[in-house]
């Protein structure tokens, strides 16, 4: 179980990022050199700032509240999360100054972000089994929410066995002696992290998160990469 432990916690996530870099890089490279399109994608007359008003777009997604409110919350509600998310597992890697604005515990929200998580990809998921959202819908639309949905719950569950069940034997000190020790090619896996009660759930939470990552350059999620360009092409 141990080598189970170890492949999962090292060589896959080194794999992941490596797919990832390089599977990104490849299909931005491509996009790059397609022809470009002759015609104009400006549909709005904006005056300025068009900056401002992509912004507004491709955060605040107007056209998506006005046809469709709750979709609209649940996106915002995932999409904060993600933010938060972001920087907690930044704080994972080590304390960083600016992020001490707030004074908090790792993570921010205290266990609330991966539920509200969890609770708006569970959304995202069953609204594709009702028509017609389902009769657009690809196996790789599951796929992906299903896949995202299992990396949040382990995830998330680690955080709230540690914030509201006191569940002490995986500390952020661990993390942060794992995390670090990949960055810097040493890998080291504290036994805290691997002879624990809970070692299983942080193995299933990397495994899950490797698998989305490694997926992430070929799927659907690009759009982030796009988003912002697009919305400022539409701009004009
Ligand atoms: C290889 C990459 C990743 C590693 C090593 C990793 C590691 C961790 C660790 C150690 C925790 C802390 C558990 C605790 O608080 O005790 C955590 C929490 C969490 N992770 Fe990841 N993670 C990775 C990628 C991801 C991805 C891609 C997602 C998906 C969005 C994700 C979602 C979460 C969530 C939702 C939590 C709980 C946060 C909360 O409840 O506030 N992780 N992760």
Known sequence: MQTAYYLILVPMVYLAFAVFIVGTVARLVSIWQKPKNPSTLMIHHTKSPRWLWALADTFLL????????LLWLFLM?????????IIGHLELFQRFAIFQVIDHEVFLGRGFVGLAMAIALLFFLFRRFVSPNRDLSVPEDYYLLILLLLTVIFGAEMDWARRWYDYGEMQVG???AYLMSLVMLKPKLPDALTGSGHSF???LH????NLFIMFFPFSKIMHSFFALPMNKLRRG
Do not use: K, S
């Open 62 to 69: 107007p056209t998506v509240r006005r046809h469709n409110p």
């Open 77 to 85: 509600i995932f999409h904060i999360a993600l933010l938060l998310l």
């Open 174 to 176: 661990d993390y942060r």
């Open 201 to 203: 759930m942080l193995v």
């Open 206 to 209: 990397v495994f899950f998160a």
